[in-house]
Structure formats: C-alpha cells, structure tokens
C-alpha cells in the first residue's frame, strides 16, 4: 500500500495547491515540479507519470553521507526551478529510505516548505483526523456515484469512506493492523520494534569486528543495515577501480549460492547516485520477531558462501 498512499499524498498536494485540476485538467497549468531526496522511494517517479506530472518535474535533491536530504541543497533546488518557470507544489520528505533507511531533517524541511515545523503539522493531522478526511481527502476525489452514496441513508454517511479513494471498494487492509494491535496493545508492538532494533544494531557492531565486512553507512538509523562482505583473496590489495569493480560481483554471486544451498535469503543493490558498487542490504522485519542468532547466522552464511571467490 505504499506506493498507493504515495500517489494519494500527491494527489492531495496538487489539489490542495490548484484544487482546478481536478475539473479543468493539466493542460492550463504551469509545469509543475516535486522535491525528493536521492534516495526516495519510486512510487513517486511512478506517481508523476500517472498523475501528467512527467518523471522530469521530479527534482531529486542530494543527499548527506547517511542519505539524508540536505536543507541547503533543497532551497538551492528550488531557487533553480522557479528561475525555470516552474512552479514547487510538494516536497516529499522520507522517514527511513528503502535502501540505507535515511530519515530526511523534517522539521528544517518543514520550514524551508513554511510550515512551522513537522510537530505542528502532525499536531494538525492528529488531532483534526475527521476535518481532514472528510474535507480534503473528500474533495479531491469524490465523484458521488449516487447507486452507491446516497446523503440521505439511515445511517452515518461518513463510514462510505469509498468515495474518498481511487478504488471504490477495497479490502480493507487496515483490519490486519487493528487486530495485530489489539492482540499485542502499545507495549507490544513497542517491543518488537525495540527488538528489532536492537538486533540491528547487534547486526552492524558485529560487522564492525569481523574481518572481511565493511558497512556502507556506519549509522543505523532505521533496522536497515548496509555493507559489503570483501573475499580473503582482496585482502591488502589497492581499491582502484578494477578491485572495486571485483567487489560489485560480490554480493550477487553470494546470493546466488545462498539461494540454491537454500539457508539465507538477503538483498543486494548498487547506488549508483553515490557510486557505490553492490552491496548487502539486511533489514531486520518484526514477524517473526529476529534474534541475535539469526545475526551471527547471516554473516556466517554470507561468509561460507563467499570465502573461496576469486581464488
């Protein structure tokens, strides 16, 4: 549902900004541009095209060593698109990237977007949920299909929550996380994410002391943990490029002898924005809840698997 709730916060924005489009179309629109970060989730690009915006008009803003969006380079950006004719309707922050698991500066993105801060807006939205929804949410994509959303029902109209979504019905997906929150209250979903990121942590210290391993990113900010396992055979040679460019064969070879022995399953990924050849990419998950064990089983795995390459 991510990349759903993505286009939903586009569509939002853009109707919030020139609520015309949604009778008038595109067409007498000024190009309108979005602000990511370099590490943003996809949908976006994909919530451009659908949305007549054009992948173009999305203005990837760089990042720091962690990955998160820099507030200068977000104004700067901005400055160089309205000198372009364009006109800044969205700033997309992200709060724990795929990849490296960055948390962009939200409340010095809040500012520079005049908000008053990230606190006040999810003040705003938390305590005004029924006005939000019911208003803007509504607005914007209702088309009040009258064999399904009849005002004069006999009972209270705003559980038709269809016509506020693209989709009309829907499964309702949010049971899943009422339920698992019922069964396991506040304390218990605080436990798994506190373990999790505990295991995370266990994760990226334990890299730290095993030769052979090196992080990508040495902070972990969310439960995703980045690095690179280096063969015994590259031991004390010079990292140009042609050493580099033996590392980015690595992990894909890796994961092809862990997927047929059958003992692991770990992504990998290049980011080629930083030039950074393919690396592991473990990200601990809640269900079921990981342990340290399953830690040490990780790289143990990735270092029987990976030992012997090259030599």
Known sequence: ???????????????????????????????????????????????????????????????????????????RSIDM?????????LVVATAGST???????????????????ISDVIKKVFTYPK?????????????????LFQQDKFYDISYDTGDKSIQCGRKVDAFKLWLMWKARGDTGLERLVDNTMECARYLRDQIVNRPGFRLVVPEVQCTNVCFWYIPPALWGEEESEEWWNKVHTVAPKIKERLVRSGTLMIGYQPL??????????????CH??????DMDHTLTEIERHGKDLFT
């Not at 949305?51 to 969006?69: C, E, P, Q």
């Not at 006005?131 to 064999?147: D, I, K, M, P, V």
């Open 288 to 293: 079921p809840p990981p342990t340290t064990a």
């Open 99 to 117: 990849v490296l698991g960055a948390f962009d500066p939200l409340d010095q993105l809040a500012d520079i977007c005049m908000l008053g801060g």
């Open 81 to 89: 698109i309205v000198a372009e004719g364009k006109v800044p309707f």
């Open 272 to 285: 080629a924005h930083k030039h950074l050849k393919n690396f592991f990419r473990a990200i601990s998950a």
């Open 131 to 147: 006005r939000f929804e019911q208003g803007l949410l509504h607005q914007c994509n209702s088309a009040s299909a009258t064999y």
């Open 1 to 75: 549902g991510g990349s759903m709730s993505n286009m939903y916060g586009m569509v939002l924005a853009r109707y919030r900004f020139m609520p015309k489009t949604k009778t008038k179309g595109i067409f007498q629109l000024p190009p309108l541009a979005v602000f990511v970060s370099e590490e943003s989730h996809y949908s976006i690009m994909k919530g451009a095209h659908w949305l007549g915006i054009g992948t173009d008009n999305v203005i990837k803003v760089l990042t720091d060593s962690a990955g998160r969006m820099i507030p200068d380079e977000l104004s």
